[in-house]
């Protein structure tokens, strides 16, 4: 049905035909159903600039979320790095004198 107009000859079509009560509770069921169907549409066509609007601001305050937080990681491991570089030349020390000690005691 392209449009109204074609809608009042099929009534009055259904109307002579005598249908039954179900039959026409089934047609006004169906009808209802796709003028919600034609109004939920509309709707989402008016607000969907407004939504994508809203989530593309969302994505993009993540985005930078995860960028400061990455930032964050990689400032505390270059802070981190030279302390443990120290930390383990000094328990290759240890280790090294503990060998040495062992050695010459052992031979």
């Known amino acids: 049905m392209e449009t109204v107009q074609e809608l009042i ?3 009055r079509e259904m109307m002579s035909q005598k249908p039954s ?3 026409v509770k089934l047609y006004v069921l169906g009808s209802v159903l796709a003028f919600f169907g034609v109004v939920i ?3 989402e066509t008016v607000c969907s600039p407004f939504t994508a609007a809203s989530r593309l ?3 993009e305050a ?3 979320e995860l960028q400061a937080v990455r ?3 990689r400032e505390r491991k270059v802070l981190e790095t030279p302390a443990l570089l120290k930390k383990g ?3 290759e020390a240890v280790l090294c004198s503990r060998a040495l000690s ?3 005691h052992a031979s």
């Open 21 to 23: 009560r179900k039959l």
């Open 57 to 59: 601001r969302d994505e």
């Open 89 to 91: 030349k000094q328990q």
């Open 9 to 11: 000859p099929l009534a």
């Open 71 to 73: 930032e964050r990681e």
């Open 62 to 64: 993540a985005v930078a």
């Open 102 to 104: 062992n050695r010459l």
């Open 41 to 43: 549409g509309l709707v």
